[in-house]
């Protein structure tokens, strides 16, 4: 199993930035692809960015250019770096590790930007 808590999230304005961060426990030694998804009210769950252990990363078209997501193997820590933030980011987001043991998910931090 693996457990992932994340933090960050909050209120910002049009424009602003805000990083988040998702720390996984238990058996981490397994995970390859970490990323962060968000679900917006009434909208289905949508990929954000993902990055695997060697560094590799994947960004979704709407947030390519303002976002950044890095990674902390030493610590087991993924980090999400949202800049320029528009009233479309706000959502709840996810953190998600994939492993041989499965997938897994984070409980989610509302991020909110008011224009």
């Known amino acids: 199993q693996v457990q992932l808590v994340e933090s960050g999230g909050g209120l910002v304005q049009a424009g602003g930035s805000l990083r988040l961060s998702c720390a996984a426990s238990?058996?981490?030694?397994?995970?390859?692809?970490m990323g962060w998804y968000r679900q917006a009210p009434g909208k289905q769950r949508e990929l954000v960015a993902t990055?695997?252990?060697?560094?590799?990363?994947n960004y979704a078209d709407s947030v390519k250019g303002r976002f950044t997501i890095s990674r902390d193997n030493a610590k087991n820590t993924v980090y999400l770096q949202m800049n320029s933030l528009n009233a479309e980011d706000t959502a709840v987001y996810y953190c998600?590790?994939?492993?041989?043991?499965?997938?897994?998910w984070g409980q989610g931090t509302q991020v909110t930007v008011s224009s």
């Open positions: 998600k590790a994939s492993s041989l043991l499965g997938e897994f």
């Open positions: 238990g058996s981490v030694f397994y995970v390859n692809v």
């Open positions: 990055i695997t252990r060697g560094g590799y990363t």
